[in-house]
């Protein structure tokens, strides 16, 4: 759309094919980052004669910029260890698995181009830091600009680098390097922020940003301080310093209690549920289920580590060893980093993106601090021989000696001095002496153990991204003992609601697969993966859990033609839409009171055998997932869930199977019309109601009193 209408109509882009009958505002509710960076490389490579189409471009560009976040990574490693370490640092990262997951070639995702704004961000305002030059604040500012309309973890950039702001005045590391580093940051960069129509206003009345604005006045606090200082005696320092402080103290406990006062009037305390969920990992299952319905906002697990980072867990304490020897504002900032991302990754398996670089970064220059002393003892290594000892041993005794006679003659402090250098005279050199210098042996068998250490590390990140992150989402394999499987039901599903439904046919389908539907079926859905309306998902989520009826009058409601469930029962499935239906129900009882999760439940699980409750085994979602499912095996055995179902043989009385996949994967169903469903009923209504009529009538005459 963008490449077609050019980029005023994207922001005024209104799609009324999603999120139906609402709509969407596309351009007030995304990051324009990725669609602005993609539409930019395909008009300079047409500009240029290179006819790539929009699509090929969209392939490509997480790759590419997978690159450039490796080179800005040895920029970052570069400006606190030195290049030996930002190399080390960005031949790690281009292969970590982590990262992997989201720069393989297809994956057109916010992450793709945001890391690389991340990090670029953080080497900005190092280098700055490090030079104290209002030209790169300015392109520090316009760095975080571009990240804040690429994702929405550019929170984290304006809190940590206020963090290391506020870490440095305490420790007292102040300087006017550190001002120019963060004052334009703010200022510019807040302003910036608010041109970003998904961000808007929320760059200044939101809790995330006003960290940086507290830390923005204690720093010109401080300023002001070092600045009275550097004019007055000490006397007068001490009385300025008093009346500074109060002045300082006063403004500040102002800003707090706006701050407070603008928070306390927010429900949730001027915090995004994001935010929140961060902060504290109960609060989005206890309030805002939709948030903690997403796999990527679980916590992750011990071996989900191991997988994005592997053998890398272990070289970062020695990273953060070296970073203390010596300690400088730069290796501060990158120990804040580390500490900070491995927070908030064992809260959101998603920000394992945000620690990737921080671990690469610090395992980066563990591994070049341990290469230079195991190869600098290497080279400095001699093996003197008994001769050479022995020669130079006899010519310190003759010295000795001609320095003993002339002090008998004329002793003086110079000859004193030159009888004690040449009685303390070292055998080795005296750079040697200085160096942490390890015997040949010791040495030969650390480079040995770390250059095996480095390739189990290749081999890993070989195998992750052939067998994980090769294969498209939407294409599923598996592998047994009788080779590979591929399970293509998707495709299928949608190809067949492109090519035998009618253009404005509205299909409703839990909100994972909206993007899918939209893009590859063609057709309108009720809600995306965008997650803009929690109500009409709560809708949704209403009518899976209730019975038939019930959910078709709600489907009817939204005009909804076709209903889609992925079902994983015969092949082993996992991420079906029955393990998603617990979200579903306290999705939909946050917003309709009447769904009550307790009678889903049986002894605090949700069960679809025998022992499931009759409110789990009549909802709709249970009918449309089952049905005729005993008529694969007879005995209608779930794989995914390892047990029978409880309920086998039913029938549809308002829906009807219009289409199943090959491997039962995706099922397909059309509301029935309301003619064909209440025909019977409305003629006995109608026989029942005449009669009653003529009795009214009856007794009307004969008592028209009453």
């Known amino acids: 759309f963008l490449s077609k209408s050019g980029i005023y109509e994207f922001w005024n882009w209104f799609d009324d094919r999603t999120w139906y009958p609402l709509g969407r505002v596309i351009g007030g509710t995304v990051y324009p980052g990725l669609t602005l960076t993609a539409g930019t490389i395909w008009w300079l490579l047409n500009s240029l004669n290179i006819p790539l189409s929009v699509e090929t471009v969209c392939v490509f560009t997480a790759p590419i910029f997978s690159a450039n976040a490796s080179w800005a990574t040895y920029l970052l490693t570069k400006e606190a260890k030195g290049h030996g370490a930002g190399l080390m640092a960005a031949t790690i990262l281009a292969m970590v698995p982590s990262y992997i997951s989201r720069s393989v070639a297809g994956s057109y995702d916010n992450e793709a181009v945001a890391i690389f704004a991340l990090i670029f961000t953080f080497y900005l305002y190092v280098k700055t830091l490090n030079t104290g030059s209002l030209f790169y604040a300015t392109l520090n500012a316009l760095s975080y600009f571009y990240m804040v309309c690429s994702w929405g973890g550019y929170t984290f950039i304006i809190n940590l680098i206020p963090m290391h702001v506020l870490l440095c005045i305490v420790t007292g590391r102040y300087s006017s390097r550190l001002y120019v580093a963060y004052a334009p940051l703010v200022v510019l960069g807040t302003l910036l922020a608010a041109l970003v129509p998904v961000v808007g206003f929320n760059a200044v009345l939101t809790s995330e940003h006003f960290a940086s604005f507290l830390v923005f006045i204690i720093l010109h606090v401080v300023a002001l301080v070092y600045y009275i200082k550097g004019l007055l005696t000490p006397r007068l320092f001490k009385v300025a310093m008093t009346f500074v402080l109060t002045v300082g103290l006063a403004l500040c406990l102002a800003v707090v209690a706006i701050l407070a006062a603008l928070v306390a009037s927010s429900p949730t305390k001027g915090w995004s549920g994001r935010s929140l969920s961060l902060l504290d990992p109960t609060y989005a299952s206890k309030y805002i289920p939709i948030i903690a319905s997403v796999s990527e906002h679980q916590p992750p697990t011990w071996p989900s580590y191991f997988m994005a980072i592997n053998v890398l867990a272990f070289l970062v304490p020695a990273g953060i060893i070296s970073c203390f020897l010596p300690l400088s504002d730069a ?252 979200w579903m129900v306290r999705i939909g009882g946050g917003e309709f009171p009447h769904i009550k999760e307790q009678d889903y439940l049986r002894d605090g699980n949700y069960r679809v055998d025998a022992q499931g409750t009759p409110t789990m085994l009549n909802c709709l979602m249970y009918k449309l997932c089952y049905y005729r499912f005993a008529e694969t095996d007879g005995k209608g055995f779930d794989r995914a869930r390892r047990y029978e179902i409880g309920r086998k043989h039913f029938k549809l009385t308002h829906f009807e199977e219009v289409f199943t996949t090959q491997h039962w994967m995706v099922r397909i169903y059309k509301l029935k019309p309301q003619k064909n469903r209440v025909r019977g009923k409305l003629k006995l209504k109608l026989k029942s109601s005449s009669k009653t009529s003529l009795m009214r009538k009856g007794a009307g005459k004969k008592n028209p009193w009453q």
């Open 331 to 582: 290796s501060s900032f990158l120990v804040l980093y580390l500490v900070t991302s491995v927070y908030f990754s064992g809260v959101m398996v998603r920000l394992m993106l945000v620690l990737a670089p921080a671990v690469c970064i610090l395992s980066g220059i563990a591994l070049s601090e341990a290469f230079n002393v195991l190869t600098r003892s290497m080279k400095f290594q001699r093996p003197i021989s008994d001769a050479t000892i022995t020669t130079s041993t006899k010519n310190a005794n003759i010295k000795k000696e001609k320095m003993g006679t002339i002090s008998k003659e004329r002793s003086s402090k110079k000859s004193r001095k030159e009888t004690e250098l040449v009685g303390s005279s070292p055998v080795r050199p005296e750079k040697e002496e200085k160096l942490c210098v390890l015997p040949s042996e010791a040495s030969a068998m650390g480079i040995l153990f770390l250059i095996m250490l480095c390739g189990l590390y290749v081999i890993h990140c070989v195998w992750a991204a052939a067998e994980a992150y090769s294969a498209p989402s939407i294409v599923l394999t598996s592998r047994s003992h009788d080779g590979l499987h591929v399970y293509d039901d998707f495709r299928e599903s949608y190809a067949w609601l492109r090519h035998n439904t009618e253009v404005d046919d509205k299909v409703a389908s839990w909100w994972d697969y909206g993007y899918q539907t939209t893009a590859m079926a063609n057709r309108t859905v009720i809600v995306d993966n965008n997650t803009w309306n929690n109500t009409h998902i709560a809708t949704v989520g209403t009518a899976m859990s209730s019975p038939e009826k019930g959910a078709w009058e709600i489907f009817n409601s939204l005009d909804v033609k076709y209903v889609l469930v992925v079902f994983g029962g015969l092949i082993g499935y996992p991420s079906d839409d029955i393990n998603k239906f617990l």
